[in-house]
């Protein structure tokens, strides 16, 4: 069965809340036409967008404000703008790649990114990010890899830097898997979302982003397999915020 629909999402500010429910469920979906399982794409493709954004695939978090990533894992802080005299054109152009195991799940990430500290009339206004990341988790009953592109622009809003605006595209194309005792999938799912950033603006004070304006669009391809049936779908359509 393939189906193509219009999705108009109209998503509040408050979204961000539901950062630990959209990682339990944005695998999911239901394989028949119904207005149910537009909530559940929807939901989807809202959740996948957060974690893009936030660096939930393992790229830059816009929650850090005006600050470089200091690995594309963001497991530390970057260099930041307090008490620097000037930051205009810094660049920071590195690649990363390393395997582990965590637990019984083995781990590989690649990334390559570029950023640039951008300036106005002398004073830092921002950065430029251009940020490629390959992500993989493989374990006993499960096989995930995630490649995500962060390609967007930021810039104070405000003069504190606590609200920024941003322009520019996310993209993530990720296949994870369910398998069974015997190796078997029993579940899948591999989306391919691409998403356009207009005039975003995003209080970054909190403990997570909140997106006080502006508007995304998006086109995903989106096929799953559960209980058995495969299901594809293409879809468009825009966040407001």
């Known amino acids: 069965m393939k189906r193509s629909l219009k999705i108009s999402l109209v998503a509040l500010a408050s979204v961000f809340f539901v950062y630990t429910s959209c990682k339990k469920s944005a695998t999911t979906s239901t394989p028949s036409n119904t207005s149910a399982n537009t909530r559940t794409i929807s939901k989807q493709i809202a959740c996948t967008f957060i974690k893009s954004l936030n660096g939930g695939y393992g790229g830059a978090n816009i929650g850090d404000g005006i600050k470089a990533p200091s690995s594309p894992m963001a497991t530390q802080k970057g260099p930041g703008v307090n008490s620097v005299t000037s930051y205009c054109g810094y660049t920071i152009d590195s690649a990363l790649y390393f395997t582990g195991l965590v637990g019984d799940t083995a781990r590989v990430v690649g990334s390559k ?21 390959t992500y993989t988790n493989n374990g006993t009953l499960f096989n995930n890899k995630y490649l995500t592109g962060q390609n967007y622009a930021v810039n104070n809003f405000n003069a504190d830097f606590s609200v920024v605006l941003i322009r520019g595209t996310l993209g993530t194309n990720y296949s994870v898997s369910t398998l069974n005792n015997s190796h078997v999938v029993v579940a899948s799912n591999k989306s391919n979302i691409q998403y356009y950033l207009n005039a975003l603006t995003i209080n970054v004070t909190g ?11 998006f086109n995903a391809s ?11 779908g293409n879809y468009s359509g825009s966040m407001q915020f």
Do not use: E
């Open 222 to 232: 989106i096929i799953y397999l559960q209980d058995g049936n495969t299901v594809s």
């Open 113 to 133: 990114y570029k950023f640039i500290y951008t300036c106005s009339n002398g004073a830092l206004n921002g950065y430029i990010l251009s940020d490629s990341i």
């Open 207 to 217: 403990r997570l982003p909140d997106i006080t304006g502006g508007s995304v669009d």
